[in-house]
Every structure is written in C-alpha cells, then in structure tokens.
C-alpha cells in the first residue's frame, strides 16, 4: 500500500483526491493538509511514499514546498496536481515524478499509482544507468552518480549515446572528439579514453554495453535510462497533437529542462542542440494550436511563453501567442507582447515585424 498525504488549499480538491485514492486500493491517505507549514512538520515525523501538492497556494506555492519536502524526505515521490499546466517544466526540471492536471481522472490516477508502485518495488538496480543530457551530463548508476576519470571519457560516452542505435566508426568518433590531433595521436587517446569509461562503468557493476563490430561502436541503448532518448522517441514520430496523446507531448517538452549537454561547446554537440531546440520548439507550438483549437487559451499562452523564455525572437511563437491573447479578448496583454517582440526585434536585429504580424492587431 502506497503511503500518501494531500496538500492544497481547497478542502473540496482534498476531499475529491482523497477519495480517488481511496477507491484505487493502491493508497492510504496519511495525512491531508490545507497548510503547507503543517505538512512539514508532519513529514519531520513520518515517512511516505508520494505527496501529492497542489502548485498555487497563497502561504507557499507548491515549488518551493517541493524543494522542502525532498529536503525533509528524498525518496518520496513528488505529483504535482494543478489546473495549469504552465508549470509543467520547471514541475519536471524539480524532479516531479508526475504532474496531474484537474480534474483528476481515476484512470490517469491509476497510471501515476502503478508508476509509484514500479519504484518501490524495484528500485533502480545498482547495475542499471541512467543518464541526464538536459542540462548538465550527468551519469547515475543507482542512486550513485558515476565519476569518470577525465572530461573526455564523458564526452565519449555522450557521443555514443548521441548516436542511438547506429555503429559509429572509429574515424567518426576520431573526428568528432580528437579532431586537433593527427591519425596515430587521436587513436592513442580513443583507446585510453574508451578504458577508463569502461573501467568506470565496470566499477560500478555495469557491464560493458558498449559493442564493436567491423570497425564500428555502438552503445547499447537498452542498459540505460535518459532523458535524451525518450525525448527524441516521441519527438521524431510524425502526426499531431489530439486528446489522445496530449499528456505525452507536455510530458515530453517536459523533459527539455535545459540545453543539451550544457556548458559543452564541442562542435558536435552544438550541432545537436540546434535540432533538439527546433524539435522542442514545435512541440510547444503543436502544444499551443491544441489548446488553442480546444478554446483553452491560457493553457496555450502558456506553453508558448515557456518557450520564448528560450527563444524570444522566435517570429512563430510571438506571432502565436499574440494571436491567441487576442483570442481570448486579451487585447493590452496582446499589445504588449506584440511591443516587447517589436523592440527586441529591433535592438538585436535591426527589423521589423512583418505586414501579416502587424495586420494582427489593425
């Protein structure tokens, strides 16, 4: 049995999840609070497994309580219940194992529950990676975070999983990563580079997943978790955004916390990262236009201002968002998006928004 608490300021929200997990006959309900402060303190004192957090509260909004909790208890899975999905990435960039917006389904539910369910009883193996592209590199074997002798050796194994399922040749990689040297001192340093990730991983008890074959290297994709991958799986698939693969899309977008590999400015990587910020970019307007389609024109405003926090020049996004607040009969707020692209478009580029972006607010 899954042990919960309920945090939110509406007593009804409260009494609606409380029943919701009650009825699922996976969870018992510790504790419900309208008050973060008093949550806390019950968590000094007791141990659970989910928590369950409205994200808009007047005395501590839900992101800040977060932190708090995986403070006070770092195993505890963190859900995330709003009726606004605006929050969705910095929800994941947290660590929140789910974010569930109102009004709750007993079926979505469900899917959160069993999730739960997965992680305490299996935990990760000590022997199973999982790897973080966004942001900084990160590599994880367990709840260990795996040190790796040098910088290339890190670079090396993101190049390979960079490829997915492809062979890579070794002149490829050769190229990629010790470009600045010649044939026979390239190889030399592959071939130290290639021992200590393997030495890494070896100690701790991960078995080489790496596979050579006619000249070519391939990581095997199924000994690791990452963000990355999962991304890229839905990203790529062709089609729209529709009611039956929504929640999949804000997860995935979800997943995009921040640049790919950050902080590297390898010519290989910032070659990826143009494309992945171009998928990301789609997936947020694919995001928006259904919102915008179904009337829900906050949720589209949203998600599309999620996305000019990385790209505010973006001539589609602005155009979009616009569109929509006036939609949503949002005219001063649509002015003012409209003057803050018009004045960076300006500053940066020295242009002007064009004839059918200005046509929107004749």
Not at 26 to 32: D, K, N, P
Not at 123 to 130: D, L, T
Not at 227 to 250: H, R, S, V
């Amino acid at each position: 049995m899954i042990r919960t608490i309920i945090v939110d300021d509406e007593q009804l929200a409260i009494d609606k999840m409380e029943r919701l997990l009650r009825d699922s006959g996976l969870a018992a309900v510790e504790g419900r609070f309208t008050e973060p402060l008093e949550a806390l303190e019950f968590l000094k004192e007791n141990k659970v497994d989910a928590v369950f957090l409205d994200i808009e509260m007047p005395e501590m909004d839900g992101m800040e309580l977060s932190s708090r909790i995986m403070d006070l208890q770092g195993e505890a899975a963190v859900i995330f219940v709003t009726a606004y999905n605006q929050y969705a990435v910095e929800a994941f960039r947290l660590n929140a194992l789910d974010y569930l917006m109102k009004p709750v389904t007993a079926e979505r539910l469900g899917e959160t529950l069993h999730r739960i369910i997965e992680g305490k009883s299996l935990p990760v193996p000590a022997g199973e990676m999982r790897v973080r592209c966004f942001g900084r590199f990160g590599v994880k074997a367990g709840r260990e975070s795996i040190k790796f002798r040098t910088e290339k050796a890190e670079e090396l194994l993101a190049f390979l999983i960079d490829k997915r399922d492809s062979f890579v040749s070794r002149r490829e990689i050769l190229d990629g990563i010790w470009e600045e040297f010649d044939g026979d001192r390239a190889l030399a340093h592959f071939n130290t580079t290639l021992h200590y990730v393997k030495k890494a991983l070896l100690s701790y008890g991960i078995q080489i997943p790496i596979t050579y074959d006619r000249g070519g290297y391939k990581f095997n994709l199924e000994a690791l978790t990452c963000d990355y991958l999962k991304f890229c799986a839905f990203a790529e698939k062709p089609g729209g955004a529709g009611q039956e693969n929504i929640l999949e899309y804000e997860e995935t977008a979800g997943l995009y916390t921040k640049e790919y590999l950050a902080g590297w400015e390898y010519g290989w990587v910032e070659r990826k990262r143009l494309l992945l910020e171009e998928q990301f970019i789609r997936l947020l307007l694919e995001i928006g236009e259904f919102y915008k389609e179904t009337g829900d024109f906050q949720k589209a405003a949203g998600w599309l201002k999620t996305g000019l926090m990385r790209e505010p020049l973006h001539r589609e996004m602005n155009y979009h968002l616009v569109e929509i607040l006036l939609l949503a009969h949002e005219r001063m707020l649509a002015v003012k998006y409209y003057e803050l692209y018009r004045k960076e478009l300006k500053k940066k580029l020295n242009q002007e928004p064009d004839d059918a972006f200005r046509k929107l607010l004749r």
